[in-house]
């Protein structure tokens, strides 16, 4: 658990604490008090983040912390920050089939295009990895996340062999 107070000028020191904490996966128990499970990469960050606060002319206190009463609560809080998280990728693979399905609609077979959704999906798989690393307790909505990104592989696949398909009869 960090427990931190950071001057509330300028902003962006705040404001970077706060994002750190995010990208962690933290949540947060009230202002400037969030918490992680324990694991040794926690840790390290966590102990990096105070560091840096105290730099920033804050104050931090890291600590190591087991609740006594309240631990399904926190366990929920936790699960429903990866499950928004997971969320979010469902959305976007959404999206994603959206504009492949789009590319169908306007006969746009092109490697360009296949090219620009392969690094879509990309940034969809490497933002459910860093999700996944932080979701240590296995929140639901993981699987449906899972399902989303295989639906969209098969989606890109299928539209590959049409770009194929389009190049060997163009030539």
């Known amino acids: ?17 706060w994002r750190r ?3 962690l996966g933290a949540v947060y128990l009230q202002n400037s008090v969030a918490a992680l499970p324990a ?16 730099e920033m002319s804050g104050t931090a206190l890291l600590l190591s912390a087991s609740a006594m009463v309240g631990e ?13 998280e997971y969320e979010e990728i469902i959305d976007r693979c959404q ?6 399905a789009k590319e169908h609609v306007a006969a746009h077979f092109t490697f360009a295009e296949l090219e620009e959704n392969e690094v879509d999906l990309v940034k969809l798989q490497r933002w459910f990895e860093k999700i996944s690393e932080r979701d240590v307790f ?3 909505t993981r699987a449906a996340t899972e399902a989303a990104l295989a639906e969209c592989g098969k989606v890109l696949e299928d539209y590959a062999s049409r770009v194929y398909q389009e190049e060997s009869e163009d030539h």
């Open 95 to 100: 999206d994603f089939l959206a504009q492949v």
């Open 138 to 140: 296995g929140a639901p």
């Open 39 to 54: 694991t040794p990469q926690t840790e390290r960050a966590l102990r990096k983040l105070r560091h840096d606060i105290v």
């Open 1 to 17: 658990m960090l427990v931190y107070r950071i001057p509330s000028e300028p902003t962006r020191l705040r404001a970077a604490a």
């Open 21 to 23: 904490l995010k990208g």
């Open 72 to 84: 399904a609560d926190l366990m929920s809080t936790y699960q429903a920050a990866r499950d928004d």
